[in-house]
């Protein structure tokens, strides 16, 4: 979605940045009436909190399955805020932060938990360090996940990976036309930003490392994310070099990809 991020009210004037708020309503009068009045630029993230105190009042005293009624509304709030999210916002690429993780993984483990034959103390103690930290993008250390609820890590990262891995694709795309602009072309503006130099040669070794992500990403959900916790924040940490090389042109961030796209899986 390519959208003018900063608008003004024709009512009132007042101007406002829509990526703060992703509306076009007025925030001073509440009109609707409001134009762009900037370039536009790539845009897929919205201004979305993630505030789930309500949840772990409702958990926090828990033992063995959760509440049903409870469960629904947390994972309604979960799937929300991922909904929500996106990892370009006014131009720029974002990284596949902590906050978006630790939902899907939240999302997975509560899913998880309720299958369990026989929850352990370890299994619930997990689960509720997930639900109180998600908020700020605090996830339980790699050692810490408990094998029962494992494959929640790995599913997350196939899931926060697939969402990543299409908004970079699509912000190689919208950078490849920084060609035509130069060049002169129908573009009067670029709809990207990166820092660096030469940004255009980062697009084919971004490309074929998303290419090799995304097939190790369609082994561990072929695995149902039964791979080691190590293995699944090693995926997510690659996306994120990624991320970091086409944002920067820094070659020891490709580097540190391609090395860890080099080591293999571990099922333990």
């Not at 408990?146 to 299409?166: H, S």
Request: net charge negative; proline share 4%; charged share 35%.
């Amino acid at each position: 979605m390519k959208v003018r991020g900063e608008r003004e009210c024709q009512e009132c004037g007042a101007r406002w940045s829509y990526y703060e708020t992703g509306s076009i309503e007025c925030p001073d009068c509440g009109s609707l009436m409001s134009v762009g009045v900037d370039d536009r630029t790539a845009h897929t993230d919205a201004p979305v909190a993630l505030n789930l105190s309500a949840h772990r009042a409702q958990f926090g005293d828990a033992k063995g399955t959760l509440p049903e009624a409870g469960v629904d509304d947390l994972k309604t709030d979960l799937r929300e805020h991922a909904r929500k999210r996106g990892f370009i916002r006014g131009g720029e690429l974002l990284p596949l932060d902590d906050t978006y993780l630790a939902v899907r993984e939240l999302l997975e483990a509560v899913d998880l938990y309720d299958r369990l034959r026989d929850p352990t103390d370890s299994d619930r103690e997990y689960l509720l360090a997930l639900l109180a930290g998600a908020d700020d993008g605090d996830r339980p250390a790699t050692g810490a996940v408990p094998d029962p609820l494992r494959e929640a890590r790995g599913m997350a990262a196939v899931r926060g990976i697939d969402d990543y891995r299409t908004d970079l694709l699509a912000f190689l795309d919208e950078l490849a036309e920084l060609d035509t602009v130069e060049a002169g072309g129908e573009n009067e503006a670029a709809t990207v930003s990166v820092s660096g130099a030469d940004p255009l040669d980062r697009i084919a070794p971004a490309r074929a490392l998303l290419e090799r992500l995304r097939d190790r990403t369609k082994r561990v959900e072929a695995l149902a994310g039964d791979v080691s916790p190590a293995d699944a924040d090693a995926l997510t940490h690659t996306a994120n070099a990624l991320g970091k090389y086409v944002r920067t042109g820094d070659e020891a961030a490709l580097d540190r990809a391609r090395d860890r796209l080099s080591d293999g899986l571990d099922r333990e």
